[in-house]
T-cell receptor, first 112, second 115 residues
């Protein structure tokens, strides 16, 4: 079993739709949870991070962590064609090394 | 002003060759990383240096050898290249390695193709 599991998609939605992206993880000791966005042929860039359980909102994006079920989610409201990218969940696996463990990434296409 | 830069951007080479990829960051960060992203977009840590000291050394063939001449630079040398080494290699950096959350900033990637 991989430490972080993510459905690779692809996921295709119409513009304006609400998008839900999800990951599960195996180690209950993980504390920091991240979502990275990667445009085609670019490096990943941090979208949001959350510490422990709870929700975090930034504009149209909401990150949610449920530690009891080891489930992390990213919601995108009013999706735009510019949101078309690969979204990678990541977990900090090393408290002293900064090691990030990534999910496989979900490719999202928002159609105008 | 590119924060994390990599050279070359593309690298096409024959099996058995030796090649190097260079990374530089101008963010003043202490920690740098090498990641490999395969054709299915799976991104996996390979190595990390903090203040020129190796702190992450994942299960990677010893044909891969990182080197950090100073805090701002991290290079990756690959000997005897194999077909399976074809991937995109990303360099990243962060302010430090541990403690509270430190955002990792990624470079643009080096697309390596081994023929």
């Amino acid at each position: 079993q991989k430490e972080v599991e993510q459905d690779p998609g692809p996921l295709s939605v119409p513009e304006g739709a609400i998008v839900s992206l999800n990951c599960t993880y195996s180690n209950s000791a993980f504390q920091y949870f991240m979502w990275y966005r990667q445009y085609s042929r670019k490096g990943p860039e941090l979208l949001m991070y959350t510490y422990s359980s709870g929700n975090k909102e930034d504009g149209r994006f909401t990150a949610q962590v449920d530690k009891s079920s080891k489930y992390i989610s990213l919601f995108i409201r009013d999706s735009q064609p510019s949101d078309s990218a690969t979204y990678l969940c990541a977990i900090r696996g090393g408290a002293f090394t900064g090691k990030l463990i990534f999910g496989q990434g979900t490719t999202l296409q928002v159609k105008p | 002003d590119t924060a994390v830069s990599q050279t070359p951007k593309y690298l096409v080479t024959q099996m058995g060759n030796d090649k190097s990829i260079k990374c530089e960051q101008n963010l003043g960060h202490d920690t740098m990383y090498w990641y490999k992203q395969d054709s299915k977009k799976f991104l996996k840590i390979m190595f990390s240096y903090n203040n020129k000291e190796l702190i992450i050394n994942e299960t990677v063939p010893n044909r891969f050898s990182p080197k950090s001449p100073d805090k701002a630079h991290l290079n990756l040398h690959i000997n005897s290249l194999e077909l399976g080494d074809s991937a995109v290699y990303f360099c990243a950096s962060s302010l430090s390695s541990g403690g509270r959350f430190n955002e990792q900033f990624f470079g643009p990637g080096t697309r390596l193709t081994v023929l």
